[in-house]
């Protein structure tokens, strides 16, 4: 019996590992919950001036919508959160910069794939910002009526969300141009910023489908 217990007890060289979850990962998420929360509830107003709005009136002004347009910048915020998984995975291996030529998709690092999302997501604002200036001068503002006032918030505060983003893509690749060895820290900035890049590709995605699609 003694020397079965003395086979089974750990000596005193072994150590039990525990894998806890990131706590700047774990952070983030319930932050991100917690965003959730805040575009749930502008969706319910959204939801709740259609149902109180004319049918008649509320058709009128979704047909200033330019939706063909809309579609475009919505696909390239879409595609961009594809260019930022792949700066994740670049990032994960450690590579920050690529090891080919500019044209070689494959052995690019985190900065080329950050930077091109970046531009993705500028490309983004810049095309609501010009959406914003041709239906204000259709006649569509945020006080032109309510529907007006739904639109302008839901849009302009997701749109808020994404040069929030883009802040943060400034300060992950000035972390990493400024860190002396790329390490686990410059690659746990990088998945966090995915993940906030992720939610707000997806909000954008209903965004789209219950403003522009169901109209």
Known sequence: MSTTATAAA?????HVSVNRPNPVSVG??????SELMFFAGLFAMYFTVR???????WAAQTERLNVPFALLNTTVLVLSSATCQMGVLAAERFRPVRSGSL?????WGMHE??????????????????EYASLVQEGLTISSSP???VFYLTTGFHGLHV???LIAFLFLLGRS????????HEATTAIVTSYYWHFVDVVWIALFGVIYLLQ
């Open 177 to 184: 141009f400024a860190a002396r060895r790329f390490g686990h």
């Open 163 to 165: 040069v929030g983003g």
């Open 10 to 14: 750990p000596t005193a060289h072994q």
């Open 28 to 33: 983030t998420i319930v932050w991100l919950a």
């Open 103 to 107: 044209w070689q998709f494959t052995k």
């Open 113 to 130: 794939w950050m930077t091109l999302t970046y531009l993705m997501g500028a490309f983004f604002i810049g095309g609501q910002i010009f």
């Open 51 to 57: 149902s109180v709005m004319d049918p008649a009136e």
């Open 147 to 149: 529907y007006g006032s």
